[in-house]
């Protein structure tokens, strides 16, 4: 059984509801066992400013599904609730867009396939926030930095906040 972090994130329609309805039908499947997951955080787009913010959140499951297995699965939840890769931009609003961060504590590259951990994760806070309240202590396998550090180590994180709460205008 491996144990693997997803980073979920949507930023049109109702957002909150777009991934409680993925994580439902990530959970409905037989072979994933949602162990934990982070509240939800509303987050500033990183790659494209001028898209909707987001809101994010991570989840910790268990599943016995190979990692190509699990993609598969989680492209198949994006699709029943509304996302066309084919037809998205790289950065594009999203209704729902699942990601693997962390699988076990493996290093995959299949080239335009799939990589984990996810290439980008220390990069962005709206991912590292979350995974802070799941797992902050988990380890990268290819940084050998826990969460938390890599949380410390962002030199210009993106603005996040707990959902619900005021967002400040920018000046």
């Not at 979920?8 to 994580?23: E, M």
């Not at 072979?31 to 939800?40: E, G």
């Not at 699942?98 to 335009?112: F, H, P, Q, T």
């Not at 930095?145 to 709460?165: H, N, R």
Request: glycine residues 2%.
């Amino acid at each position: 059984m491996a144990r693997v972090f997803l980073s979920l994130g949507s930023n049109v329609g109702d957002r909150l509801a777009n991934i409680q309805q993925a994580v439902s039908l990530l959970s409905m499947t037989n072979m994933i066992k949602i162990v934990k997951s982070s509240s939800f955080y509303e987050t500033e787009p990183w790659g494209d400013k001028n898209l909707n913010w987001f809101v994010n959140a991570a989840v910790a499951i268990d599943t016995n599904l190979s990692p190509l297995e699990l993609l598969k699965v989680c492209q198949n939840v994006e699709k029943q609730l509304g996302r066309n890769r084919d037809s998205e931009k790289r950065w594009s609003n999203r209704q729902i867009d699942i990601d693997i961060l962390m699988y076990d504590d493996e290093v995959i590259s299949i080239e335009n396939v799939l990589f984990v951990p996810h290439p980008f994760m220390h990069k962005r806070a709206f991912v590292l926030v979350p995974m802070l309240e799941v797992k902050s202590d988990l380890l990268h396998p290819v940084f050998k930095k826990t969460i938390s550090e890599l949380y410390d180590d962002l030199e210009f994180p993106e603005d996040v906040f707990l959902y619900g709460t005021i967002i400040p205008k920018k000046q």
